[in-house]
Every structure is written in structure tokens, then in C-alpha cells.
């Protein structure tokens, strides 16, 4: 079966009135997925408890406690970033990690075929020392963190079709050859970073991919990415672990981003995705929730896209 993560803490985040990012994103692809039929067809995973040594993974000590800190004082911002928080923000972020991480273990240890993770705040923009772009921590580079230290996998692929670039795990992984990032995205645009030069430095040069593309862009540029750029790439590094950022914020009407996919074209994208995987990771693929703030294009492409991986 595919497995499910969606735990109601979540819910505890509230990045204040009229924040995009908000609690109605959450309740909108639960509602939506159930009301699709899909949940009866889904194993629901229960997050894991998170610890500082997982956390300690990717994120500084510092910026944890900093962060960990103001978010429980009631500050209404992080200071290291554009990251709106409520004293409910740090138990939330929490929780979405401990998905992403229940996620990786029940995927990896065979007790399902693949896994989703619907959860908020989302996590690619956090860098290793800095909260930022709606994110606290970074919960996809934590699961690829997690899934090396607690499971013994040497390779980790993490594919990103946000329409924004994750800075944050770009920077995680930029220096380190076990973990290749892959990125479509639109430039310019926020947060200014993945230009196609950037690919890693030292250990890790080689191991990020950018590919940035026009607003405007659709299933014709990001479907060439994928399929010319990443699938031999993906097949010369032969990951033991695919990993996705799913941001749906690259569906067309979104109101933070300018791309045109539709709903099939994500559920194509993850068949593209999955493809990669057999031969090296057996098929195993955890999907991780990141953007998408036009409540019902998120719910409707959330939801085809979890349909794609029940029907691998």
C-alpha cells in the first residue's frame, strides 16, 4: 500500500490572517483526499518523535535554539527570515518532520510500497542555520538525513518541482556527494537562488541540478527537465532512496507562482519520478509536502498526485 501521514497538530501553526500559508492548506487536501474515496485505499502512518539529534542532522545547534526560543516567547516572526510563527509553531514544525521521518522509515523497511506526507510548515527553504519562506526546518533534507543515519542508505536522490527553488536543501547537500538535488523552478523569482551553474562544490560538485525556467513554463519545459535531464543523471548516480518536494505551487492559478501545470501533468510527473526508482531503490519513494497556495488547485493536485502513487 501507499502510505499516509497527516497528523492534526499541524494545525497548531498559524502564520497569521491572510497568510497564504495557512491552516485552511492542511484541511483542504485532507478533505479533498477523502472526499476522493483515497483514504479507505491508504496506510496512515503516525509520525515519529523528533529529537535534537535528528534535528541536529542538518540544522546548528544555534539556530535551533534561537528558533525553538523565539517561536515559544510569541514572537509572530523568526528573526532569521520571512517565516511568520505563533507559540503553536514550533510543536507543528515538529510534527511535520516526525511525518517525513515515519514516512522514510515505513517506506525503507518495506512495510509499504511508497508514502506521502501532508503537513505544514513546509521545509525546503530552511537552511541549515536559517528559518525562512514560510519554513522552519528543513524536513525533506532531514529525511535524507534520517534515512542515511538510521537505515545505512549510502544515496539519497531529492527531487524538487516546487516553483520555487529550495535554497535550503541546495544548501544542506551542496558539499556532500551522497545527496543529489534536483530543481525546476521559476527565475527569477523568490528566493533568487538556483542559477544552472550552481551544481555543488568539493565532495559534492556534480550532485545539484538546477534547472530554471521562465514564468510561463508548463508541461513542455519541466517534462524536458525530467526527462533529459534528471533520468540519466538519476541513472548514473543510483540513489537507494527517491525523496520528492512536492510543491504544488507550480499548478497554474497559484497565486505565488507563474507555472501552468495541471493536475494530470503532476500525476505524470510522478510516474516519471517513480520510474527511477526500481533499479536502484526498489521502488521506494516518500513524497513530502511543500507549496501550493490556491486552496482548491493544492487539494486537487495533492490529491492526483497521491492517486498516481496508489496506482504504481
Request: hydrophobic share 40%; aromatic share 6%.
Given at each position: 500500500?501507499?502510505?499516509?501521514?497527516?497528523?492534526?497538530r499541524?494545525?497548531?501553526?498559524?502564520?497569521?490572517?491572510?497568510?497564504?500559508?495557512?491552516?485552511?492548506?492542511?484541511?483542504?487536501?485532507?478533505?479533498?483526499?477523502?472526499?476522493?474515496?483515497?483514504?479507505?485505499?491508504?496506510?496512515?502512518?503516525t509520525?515519529r518523535?523528533?529529537?535534537?539529534?535528528?534535528?541536529?542532522l542538518?540544522?546548528?545547534?544555534?539556530?535551533?535554539?534561537?528558533?525553538?526560543?523565539?517561536?515559544?516567547?510569541?514572537a509572530?516572526?523568526?528573526?532569521?527570515?520571512?517565516?511568520?510563527?505563533?507559540?503553536?509553531?514550533?510543536?507543528?514544525?515538529?510534527?511535520?518532520?516526525?511525518?517525513?521521518?515515519?514516512?522514510?522509515?515505513?517506506?525503507?523497511?518495506?512495510?509499504?510500497?511508497?508514502?506521502?506526507?501532508?503537513?505544514?510548515?513546509?521545509?525546503?527553504?530552511?537552511?541549515?542555520?536559517?528559518?525562512?519562506?514560510?519554513?522552519?526546518?528543513?524536513?525533506?533534507?532531514l529525511?535524507?538525513?534520517?534515512?542515511?543515519?538510521?537505515?545505512g542508505?549510502?544515496?539519497v536522490?531529492?527531487?524538487?518541482?516546487?516553483?520555487?527553488?529550495?535554497?535550503?536543501?541546495?544548501?544542506?547537500?551542496?558539499?556532500?556527494?551522497?545527496?543529489?538535488?534536483?530543481?525546476?523552478?521559476?527565475?527569477?523569482?523568490?528566493?533568487?537562488?538556483?542559477?544552472?551553474?550552481?551544481?555543488?562544490?568539493?565532495?559534492?560538485k556534480?550532485?545539484?541540478?538546477?534547472?530554471?525556467?521562465?514564468?510561463?513554463?508548463?508541461?513542455?519545459?519541466?517534462?524536458?527537465?525530467?526527462?533529459?535531464?534528471?533520468?540519466?543523471?538519476?541513472e548514473?548516480?543510483?540513489?537507494?532512496?527517491?525523496?520528492?518536494?512536492?510543491g504544488?505551487?507550480?499548478?497554474?492559478?497559484?497565486?505565488?507562482?507563474?507555472?501552468?501545470?495541471?493536475?494530470?501533468?503532476f500525476?505524470?510527473?510522478?510516474?516519471?519520478?517513480?520510474?527511477?526508482?526500481?533499479?536502484?531503490?526498489?521502488?521506494?519513494?516518500?513524497?513530502?509536502?511543500?507549496?501550493?497556495?490556491?486552496?482548491?488547485?493544492?487539494?486537487s493536485?495533492?490529491?492526483?498526485?497521491?492517486?498516481?502513487?496508489?496506482?504504481?
Open positions: 500500500m501507499t502510505g499516509f501521514v497527516a497528523d492534526a499541524c494545525r497548531e501553526h498559524d502564520s497569521g490572517p491572510g497568510h497564504p500559508e495557512s491552516v485552511k492548506r492542511f484541511d483542504a487536501v485532507l478533505a479533498r483526499i477523502i472526499q476522493a474515496g483515497l483514504i479507505e485505499r491508504v496506510s496512515r502512518l509520525p518523535a523528533i529529537t535534537r539529534d535528528d534535528l541536529l542538518v540544522h546548528t545547534a544555534e539556530y535551533l535554539d534561537r528558533a525553538e526560543k523565539e517561536i515559544r516567547a510569541g509572530e516572526q523568526l528573526s532569521t527570515g520571512d517565516t511568520s510563527v505563533s507559540p503553536g509553531s514550533w510543536d507543528a514544525a515538529m510534527c511535520a518532520a516526525g511525518s517525513v521521518l515515519a514516512a522514510v522509515d515505513a517506506v525503507v523497511t518495506g512495510e509499504v510500497k511508497n508514502a506521502f506526507s501532508v503537513h505544514r510548515p513546509p521545509g525546503h527553504h530552511a537552511t541549515p542555520s536559517r528559518g525562512m519562506g514560510f519554513c522552519v526546518v528543513n524536513n525533506v533534507a529525511a535524507a538525513r534520517h534515512a542515511q543515519k538510521s537505515h542508505l549510502k544515496k536522490l531529492i527531487v524538487d518541482w516546487d516553483v520555487h527553488h529550495g535554497n535550503g536543501t541546495q544548501d544542506a547537500f551542496y558539499e556532500d556527494g551522497t545527496v543529489f538535488f534536483f530543481s525546476t523552478h521559476q527565475s527569477p523569482w523568490y528566493p533568487g537562488t538556483g542559477a544552472a551553474n550552481e551544481t555543488g562544490r568539493g565532495a559534492g556534480g550532485t545539484t541540478m538546477n534547472v530554471p525556467l521562465p514564468a510561463g513554463s508548463g508541461r513542455t519545459e519541466i517534462f524536458a527537465a525530467f526527462q533529459e535531464r534528471l533520468a540519466p543523471a538519476a548514473a548516480f543510483a540513489p537507494e532512496l527517491i525523496l520528492i518536494s512536492a504544488f505551487d507550480s499548478r497554474k492559478e497559484d497565486p505565488l507562482g507563474q507555472f501552468t501545470l495541471s493536475d494530470s501533468d500525476a505524470d510527473l510522478t510516474d516519471i519520478v517513480a520510474g527511477l526508482a526500481p533499479k536502484s531503490a526498489r521502488g521506494r519513494v516518500v513524497s513530502v509536502l511543500e507549496g501550493g497556495y490556491n486552496l482548491a488547485g493544492l487539494a493536485a495533492a490529491t492526483a498526485h497521491l492517486e498516481a502513487l496508489l496506482e504504481l
